[in-house]
T-cell receptor
């Protein structure tokens, strides 16, 4: 069975602070994919990143960075110098199975991030 | 490119009534998904189509939910009869999946917010 745990439920920071969103996953598959999605108040889920289980290299994209550690089954997401526009619900998700990255996504419960000016 | 289109945006019905949601995926996307997102939770897959065939409907409550994608393009999700616990946002997503092409992330629509009273 697959499981994604986002232990943090709500985080509130002041603009320009750095913030890390935690994600811990469980799967028995050796090949799997991890994702982060952002859900702003408009409701649409916006894809942020996908990593496969064979690539543990950390990734940086502008103010966003991701730390993938198989040893601790974690895929954490850091926003540097947060901005008000970063306020949203962030979901970590996992997929594995016969269709690879396009198998069903198992989502965590989400973390509500509020960035105050 | 145009995104995933869903309608209606909001729907309020009484329990035991029926309701239908419509989704038009991104042009050329072979895989279509319906997710249910209950308030405060992450989305949960209801059904996955590959063209007009069902890939996974293991979490679809088949006694009351049905979905079709007859021509392999747009899709309809129906609930009949609705229960109070069906109140949720119903998200449609699509991805470009053909053969072994696993590189496309899911693109989500804005969802339909259903309230059952």
């Amino acid at each position: 069975a697959q499981k994604v745990t986002q232990a943090q439920t709500e985080i509130s920071v002041v603009e320009k602070e750095d913030v890390t969103l935690d994600c811990v996953y469980e799967t028995r598959d050796t090949t799997y994919y991890l994702f982060w999605y952002k859900q702003p108040p408009s409701g649409e889920l916006v894809f942020l990143i996908r990593r496969n289980s064979f690539d543990e290299q950390n990734e940086i994209s502008g103010r966003y960075s991701w730390n993938f550690q198989k040893s601790t089954s974690s895929f954490n997401f850091t926003i540097t110098a947060s901005q008000v526009v970063d306020s949203a619900v962030y979901f970590c998700a996992l997929s594995s199975g016969p269709s690879g990255a396009n198998s069903k996504l198992t989502f965590g419960k989400g973390i509500t991030l509020s960035v105050r000016p | 490119e145009a995104g995933v289109a869903q309608s209606p945006r909001y729907k309020i019905i009484e329990k035991r009534q029926s309701v239908a949601f419509w989704c038009n995926p991104i042009s050329g996307h072979a895989t279509l998904y319906w997710y249910q997102q209950i308030l405060g939770q992450g989305p949960k897959l209801l059904i996955q189509f590959q063209n007009n065939g069902v890939v996974d409907d293991s979490q679809l409550p088949k006694d009351r939910f049905s979905a079709e994608r007859l021509k392999g393009v747009d899709s309809t999700l129906k609930i009949q009869p609705a229960k109070l616990e069906d109140s949720a946002v119903y998200l449609c997503a699509s991805s470009l999946t053909t053969g072994s092409s696993y590189n496309s992330p899911l693109h989500f629509g804005n969802g339909t917010r259903l309230t059952v009273t």
